[in-house]
């Protein structure tokens, strides 16, 4: 095949993003065609979403990256589409506080999360599309209602809510810059989702390093629940990622042990095996 065949298709932009040529580096643009193995330059605090067939790459942060060396990282994962699945079903626990955690994070108990406010309109409409798979939809409502939200702890949730619709819809790295907005009180009923789709985000961007940034942290101050399983499924994949074997099977172990009988854990029983 030839190189056009192969090309990437950019299908999302933010920054300054540029294309090493023989003459130098030229500026991409959104619908620009990228062959697979360029090198692309991101700056001003970029992003870059790129789509070939079923391949995506997703780069989240300033640098120069290889496309050819990206493409074959992504390839070697297979777990993401199925942690994605799994984020977008998970009806988690209130994460239990361990005696690091303090005041508030006891204060968590251990009744169920609710991720959204029945009594509110914007919020039931909301997750009544997202329900129904009509990402875009969703976050069409929520970019207004985000426009008109009346306190700081509505428009932080609204904002986090509009990060899944995106990264329902596939936008990875619109999910990522809408998430990196919100200001999330661990006290707030949708805290641990907020944290663990941050995670994946960055884990299908191979940001392994944040990621784990920002489940360690997670894990030590909530060490149980569906949600810490979930985390720790993340960790190991982002220990892997950066070639720490050992780290990732105890990450993977300690998760599984959580709770066996899971769906979270028959997603960690794969990666033991892989």
């Known amino acids: 095949m030839g190189a056009s065949a192969q090309a990437f298709n950019v299908s999302y932009l933010d920054g300054t993003v540029e294309l090493q040529t023989a003459k130098g580096w030229s500026p991409v643009a959104i619908g620009d065609k990228v062959p697979s193995d360029a090198t692309v330059r991101i700056s001003q605090q970029g992003s ?24 074959k990282a992504s390839a070697g994962s297979s777990v993401g589409g199925s942690v994605a699945q799994k984020l977008q079903t ?18 968590q108990g251990t009744s169920t999360v609710t991720w959204v406010d029945e009594n509110d309109e914007t919020r039931a409409q909301a997750q009544t599309l997202l329900d129904n798979k009509k990402y ?3 976050a069409n ?27 329902g819809a596939g936008q990875t790295a619109k999910a990522y810059r809408a998430l990196g907005q919100v200001s999330a009180d ?10 663990i789709l941050k995670a994946q985000v960055l884990v299908d961007a191979e940001s392994y390093s944040d990621a784990l940034s ?20 993340l960790s190991g ?4 990622g950066l070639g720490n074997e050992g780290a990732a099977k105890t990450a993977f172990d ?21």
């Open 254 to 274: 300690t998760g599984f042990q959580l709770d066996p009988s899971s769906d979270t854990a028959k997603l960690i029983d794969q990666q033991r095996h892989l």
């Open 90 to 107: 998970l009806v988690t626990d209130r994460p239990k506080a361990s005696a690091a955690g303090g005041v508030r994070g006891a204060a």
């Open 48 to 71: 870059l979403e790129l789509t070939r067939a079923t391949t995506k790459l997703t780069l989240l942060k300033d640098g120069v990256f290889s496309l050819a060396s990206m493409a």
């Open 136 to 138: 875009l939809d969703a």
């Open 186 to 195: 661990p006290g707030a009923p949708w805290y641990a989702r907020y944290v």
């Open 141 to 167: 409502l929520l970019t207004d209602s985000i426009k008109s939200a009346g306190s700081d702890a509505d428009t932080a949730e609204l904002t986090y809510m509009l990060g899944v619709a995106y990264y």
């Open 214 to 233: 920002l489940l360690s942290p997670f894990i030590s101050t909530y060490p149980t629940g569906a949600a810490t399983q979930v985390a720790w499924l």
């Open 237 to 240: 994949i982002s220990q892997r």
